[in-house]
């Protein structure tokens, strides 16, 4: 029990396996949860039978909150987060809030500005700006 | 938060299902099993993406089962305490309101909404704030940030705030319609 207790994303203390695993933005879960449902569809007339209310659910979310649609939009994003030494919860985080400004990316990712990590703010201006263009251009 | 992550389970198979169709048989088996299922260390299994490896079975002991360790990947959710996410309310009352991001449940206390905002009762139960701006009610999208997680042996549920900066209303499809 003293593991869930430690447990707070904002210092990312999410668990080992959890930090080392392949997070996914909900953009991504889309692409995915969408690709299955489609195999499920050439198969059997009624898929929306086939699938658990979990998936149900989660793919009626990500197509809620997707802020990109295009697969090459999504590939974009995560390139351009990449560069800037993130961690894969952090990078997610981003990619699926899309804050407008510095200040808001540190209220929703405090743990850019621990100790011993180089993101100035403009630095963190930068990458927001290059996500909008993204955006935009999609 | 989605993660895609790489898990083990050993599967129990009766020989019947033995022959060329053994793999699929496997397949199709562990997806029933464990898609739509949730364990309070991996979160919810949303879907199986592919089987990693197959392991060599081993007959148990007293039964015809055969026991096949599979390794396989999936989508899972798993909500972390401290984390902000986006998600849609569901139900308001005086108490505060539910809202959900995707498989999982979260409440937001009264005392968690921002003090200038007050319950309204109605056909549309909502929070309103004193000069009318802005209002949570069904349907409303919401960020909000998960302050403590309680875990069932097959649910998550989360508690959450939108007092902080940065959080509450994104969008109500109702007020923009």
Same mark, same amino acid.
């Not at chain 1, 997610?92 to 993101?119: D, F, I």
């Not at chain 2, 096949?68 to 139900?91: D, M, N, W």
């Given at each position: ?6 447990? $707070? ?7 080992? *396996?959890? &930090?080392?695993?392949?997070? =996914?933005?909900?953009? %991504? ?40 649609? $295009? ?7 995560? *390139?351009? &987060?990449?560069?800037?030494? =993130?961690?894969?919860? %952090? ?48 | ?177």
């Amino acid at each position: 029990m003293s593991g869930e207790e430690e447990e $707070n994303a904002a210092e990312l203390k999410i668990g080992d *396996e959890f &930090l080392k695993a392949k997070c =996914l933005m909900n953009c %991504e879960v889309s692409l995915i949860l969408e690709h299955k449902y489609e195999q499920l569809q050439q198969v059997s007339e009624d898929p929306m039978n086939q699938v658990s209310q979990v998936f149900e659910k989660s793919l009626q979310y990500v197509k809620r909150f997707s802020r990109y649609k $295009n697969p090459d939009a999504v590939r974009q994003v995560r *390139e351009i &987060l990449s560069r800037h030494q =993130l961690t894969e919860f %952090e990078l997610c985080v981003l990619g699926n809030l899309c804050p407008e400004t510095a200040e808001e990316a540190v209220a929703m990712v405090p743990s850019l500005k621990t100790k011993g990590r180089a993101h100035s703010d403009e630095a963190i201006e930068k990458m927001l700006n290059d996500l909008s263009l993204v955006k935009r251009f999609e | 938060m989605f993660f895609h992550i790489v898990l083990e389970r050993n599967m129990q198979l009766h020989p019947r299902f033995f022959g060329r169709n053994l793999r699929e048989n496997l397949v199709s088996k562990l997806m029933k099993d464990v898609e739509g299922t949730c364990s309070g260390r991996h979160g919810f299994v949303v879907a199986i993406t592919g089987i990693e490896s197959v392991g060599k079975g081993l007959i148990r002991d007293g039964t015809a089962f055969v026991t096949f360790p599979v390794k396989y990947q999936c989508v899972v959710f798993r909500p972390f305490k401290g984390e902000i996410l986006e998600a849609v309310v569901t139900l308001v009352n005086k108490m505060g309101f539910f809202a959900e991001a995707g498989p999982v449940q979260i409440f937001v206390s009264k005392h968690l909404i921002p003090d200038d905002m007050e319950f309204q009762a109605g056909d549309m139960p909502n929070y309103t704030t004193s000069d009318g701006s802005v209002k949570i009610q069904k349907e409303c999208e919401v960020r909000l940030k998960i302050i403590g997680t309680r875990v069932d042996a097959t649910e998550i549920f989360c508690v959450g705030t939108i007092k902080d900066d940065f959080l509450g209303v994104i969008n109500d499809p109702a007020a923009a319609a």
